[in-house]
């Protein structure tokens, strides 16, 4: 029952994908959204992609075993980071009205910066995606009690989840998101009052979890201490802020207005509802400690949806709770395929393909923007097969890279005049060359003691930091681009298919 349950919403949710991709006439439709998401969608899919396999497997786990402490970086700082871009990023750079977030480093910083952040930002993405590929296959694998293997799980969910990220890009990605945060919402809140229930109430689930000292969260106030909260907490907090994804339910909206808080209470909906399931997975130390003794130290990873699935749990519950899971996972697994594969695609082949055929149609493009994101989906299917990373671990390390490279050149492009090229170009090299220096001393066995909370990647965000104002004060020996504007861009400053996509965008399109 529950299987074909699992299977008949699988089909149902990507025929509604497929039947979102018939909106897609052009480039900006896909990529975009022809930016016509009114306010409830773009809340919606904000917090749809966030709430992934992370939030209701990894999250859990990891809170089981170092509490609050130990999730510094996520639900903290992902929530935090999606209302840092609605209140200080949205606006601007909705104004702009740019296709991706390296179109912005082209046109503040030159062609270099372009290329280098976008190489960042693609990688990122690389465990991320992964993450979410391998949680599929953990669900197939147990919903099927074993008879799929979690490798060929996740080539049918990354399979499932391509047939409409391909064809409807971010049109699909909007739509199933907005019923699938219905979905996570209600199954949450349904799971979350069954399972509460029979662990003895809410207040007996806090209290015990309080008394077994699961809710310490501030650091001691000692120094490493405190640098190792940091620098956890800026790990996602900043370093998902120059994300493609992020940068797409912006320019998806209607207004400013709407990317702005449309970002602020998707980040803030995205945190409250990211409890739930720590709260689930402490009740299963009250209901099956022995269930939980057992992967504890194994796989805590599976100790939730195996509590679910326990003769404790009734089957309307287990419906709900692998309903809104499917729906987490699937949200989250079809943005960050397209967000990688769209800023590739515009960043880096664009450019290639104009140069060998000057004629280039939108139409073309757009094919090949698709062939991107199977080739994508390809690459991160084999990663997810291949690491031993868990779902937490990988998407807490995506964030590195964008944090030592591309965070800094976008705060201060945005919000300090004397922004430079060669600031820019300097901090992302000088950043993640000390970060990937530190990485490689702290991986062996006589790693130096200072290296314990001196994080290699803060370290190297601080010196991407202070190396950008430096160089960006001193003597200027490459040639820093105008500072873009509205009124620049639209005159010209930026690709010339987009004044034709966007004008076309405009003229029918309504979202549900």
């Known amino acids: 029952m529950l299987l074909t349950f699992v299977i008949v919403y699988w089909l ?3 025929a509604i994908g497929l039947y979102a991709a018939m909106r897609v006439k052009n480039t900006t439709d896909y990529a975009v959204a022809g930016r016509a998401l009114p306010f409830h969608v773009v809340t919606a899919t904000v917090f749809a992609t966030w709430f992934g396999s992370e939030t209701v497997l990894g999250i859990p786990a990891t809170f089981l075993q170092e509490g609050l402490g130990g999730v510094v970086a996520d639900p903290f700082g992902s929530s935090l980071c999606l209302i840092l871009v609605g209140l200080f990023f949205a606006k601007p750079l909705y104004k702009l009205n740019l296709l991706t977030i390296g179109d912005y480093y082209r046109l503040r910083f030159g062609r270099t910066v372009e290329l280098l952040t976008t190489v960042a930002i693609v990688i990122s993405y690389l465990g991320w995606v992964a993450a979410q590929i391998k949680a599929l296959g953990l669900v197939f694998f147990v ?7 979690q490798e060929l799980g996740m080539v049918l969910g990354a399979a499932s989840v391509l047939v409409y990220t391909l064809f409807g890009g971010m049109w699909s990605v909007a739509i199933t998101d907005f019923i699938q945060m219905i979905v996570i919402v209600i199954g949450l809140l349904y799971i979350g009052w069954d399972i509460g229930g029979a662990a003895g109430g809410v207040g007996e689930v806090i209290q015990h979890a309080q008394a077994a000292g699961k809710f310490g969260f501030l650091p001691e106030f000692r120094l490493d201490a405190i640098v190792l909260f940091i620098g956890t907490l800026i790990t996602m907090m900043l370093g998902s ?6 940068f797409q339910h912006v320019q998806s909206s209607k207004s400013a207005n709407i990317a702005m808080w449309g970002s602020v209470l998707g980040g803030s909906l995205y945190f409250l509802f990211a409890f739930i399931p720590m709260f689930l997975a402490y009740c299963a130390t009250l209901i099956a400690p022995d269930l939980v003794a057992r992967y504890l130290d194994t796989d805590p990873q599976l100790i939730l949806p195996m509590l679910v699935l326990s003769e404790q749990v009734p089957l309307i519950a287990q419906i709900m709770f692998f309903g809104a899971l499917l729906s987490a996972i699937k949200s989250c697994a079809s943005a960050t395929l397209l967000a990688p594969s769209v800023t590739f695609s515009e960043n880096l082949l664009r450019p290639i393909l104009k140069a060998w055929n000057p004629d280039l149609s939108d139409k073309q493009f757009l094919r090949c923007m698709q062939g991107v994101v199977l080739v994508f989906t390809a690459v991160v299917t084999y990663i997810a097969m291949n690491t ?7 998407v807490e390390n995506a964030y590195k890279v964008t944090l030592v490279m591309a965070f800094v050149p976008l705060a201060l492009g945005v919000y300090w005049k004397k922004s430079t090229t060669q600031g820019a170009v300097v901090s992302m090299l000088l950043g993640v060359a000390v970060w990937l220096t530190l990485e490689l001393i702290t991986a062996g066995d006589n790693a130096p003691a200072w290296t314990e909370f001196w994080l290699p990647h803060f370290v190297g965000f601080l010196v991407s930091l202070s190396s950008f104002i430096l160089f960006s004060l001193l003597p200027q020996f490459v040639r820093t681009p105008p500072i873009p504007t509205p009124e620049s861009v639209a005159e010209g400053n930026r690709p010339h298919h987009h004044q034709h996509a966007h004008a076309a965008s405009h003229t029918h399109h309504t979202a549900p």
């Open 12 to 14: 149902i949710s990507i």
């Open 143 to 149: 919903l099927s009690n074993g008879a799929l293997s």
């Open 241 to 246: 802020i120059p994300q493609q994804d992020v």
């Open 388 to 394: 031993e990373l868990s779902i937490y671990g990988l």
